[in-house]
């Protein structure tokens, strides 16, 4: 099963920029689908932004519409997250996860994201 590693968190002051990166070993992600989740302290994991295989279609939460940009590069077996105009309630554990099957099968361990007033 295909192996997935986010990279790119860390600690951002409101309103700043942050890209994450979602590298694939142990397979290629190419004809996957692919996903951000998020989990803040307390909360329940939440969707944050998908893009199919092709690339063609996105899709996000409302909460980060405007803001966030998912893209893909299939052939670094590679999925990001650009993050724009980051606010306070963004701090979360972000996770990658790559929908093999019907729903997302493979996750990565997750990279921190914290955003500071």
């Known amino acids: 099963q295909v192996q997935l590693v986010e990279s790119g968190g860390g600690l951002v002051q409101a309103g700043g920029s942050l890209r994450l990166s979602c590298a694939a070993s142990g397979g290629t992600i190419r004809y996957y689908g692919m996903g951000w989740f998020r989990q803040a302290p307390r909360k329940e994991r939440e969707f944050v932004a998908s893009i199919r295989w092709s690339g063609g279609y996105t899709s996000y939460a409302d909460s980060v519409k405007g803001r966030f940009t998912i893209s893909r590069d299939n052939a670094k077996n590679t999925v990001y997250l650009q993050m724009n105009s980051l606010l306070l309630e963004d701090t979360a554990v972000y996770y990658c996860?790559?929908?093999?099957?019907?729903?997302?099968?493979?996750w990565g361990q997750g990279t921190q994201v914290t955003v500071s007033s």
């Open positions: 996860a790559a929908q093999t099957g019907v729903t997302y099968d493979a």
